[in-house]
């Protein structure tokens, strides 16, 4: 089953709220968040969250190591001693990545653990979910073939990377809006894998490109050459834009919007990304109302709600739908299709 990151969640959730303790391996390429997405839906379930990365363990750093015990007749036994990362009690999500990465020595000690629900002497408490992750053949990276017995007792859900999905999530985590506005234009490079590059686009290298930007730095070291002169050109196109801050506070008579769809692309989600309030978020749409056409303003909406959605600030969207029916609209079908 092939899930965009948001489908991917509403899915996590759904065996969370149902309870379905079925061990889970989720597949897709470096880079697009499928421990971010898993960490996310364990915080928004109030579970613990232990991330083991079994390809940087050996086997006894799983099953623990062997101590002497004294049985009391003057003989003894040796136990296992568990590693303390493993959870001990309480409710949570044990998420084993790059599980295909780990050996096949290393892989059979995982397949206890993930079978059984044990290992040596260690045994998961029974408010623990078991989830797991790991990259694809055709993504290049160093894998290993998984035992047929191990995969055929996980479920298989395979993760794409989705600019929807990723940009509430951008919004959310307040990533530049330049790195936004830049994807929003050429989505096609929010995931482009080229095994010749050590650097290349991914969401997770978009996120780290977010923060050199902001701080002044060349994003090309973690997004690669090629899209870092793309983003770079981009950026440059912002000295084009008008007053942002002037539209956003209502005081935008005079100024007008751009005829080149690289400028509106960067307009219209900075508008967007930087609205901190309904009123701010109605004068970008009147605004933009006058000055482009109905494709715009969709785009507009559709970042809008992202983002509010994002934040958590279901009130401010619920302040738009009075103002003017056509924003109205626009958020009523926004918040349609994104519940399709």
Known sequence: MSLTPAELQTYLSALIAGDLKLSTMIWGPPGVGKSSVVAQVAAR??????????????????????????????????????????????????????????????????????????????????????????????????????????????????????????????????????????????????????????????????????????AGLDAAPAIGDAAGAEFSAFVRLFEQLPDLGQVLQGRSSGLRLPDEPSVRYAAVVGLAARASSADEAYHAFTWLADSAGPEWLQLYVATLVSKFQALGQLADLAGLLGRDPRLADLVQTTLAMTEG
């Open 45 to 214: 379930h109030g579970l613990d969250f232990v991330d083991v990365r079994l390809s940087q363990l050996a086997p006894t750093d799983l099953r623990g190591l062997p101590v002497p015990e004294a049985d009391g007749q003057g003989g003894g036994v040796s136990k296992w001693y568990p590693p303390e990362f493993l959870p001990r009690g309480g409710h949570g999500v044990l998420f084993l990545d790059e599980v295909n990465m780990a050996p096949p020595t290393m892989q059979g000690m995982a397949q206890q653990l993930i079978l059984d629900r044990r290992v040596g002497s260690y045994e998961l408490p029974e408010g623990w979910f078991v989830w797991a992750a790991g990259n694809r053949k055709e993504d290049r990276a160093s894998v290993f073939d998984m035992p047929a017995p191990l995969a055929n007792r996980f479920l298989h859900l395979t993760v794409r990377a989705d600019f929807d999905s990723w940009r509430g999530y951008a919004l959310g985590r307040g990533l530049h809006e330049h790195v936004i506005a830049f994807l929003t234009f050429r989505p096609e490079l929010l995931h482009r894998l080229d095994p010749t590059q050590p650097a290349w686009p991914s969401p997770r290298a978009w996120e780290m490109a977010s923060g050199l930007h902001r």
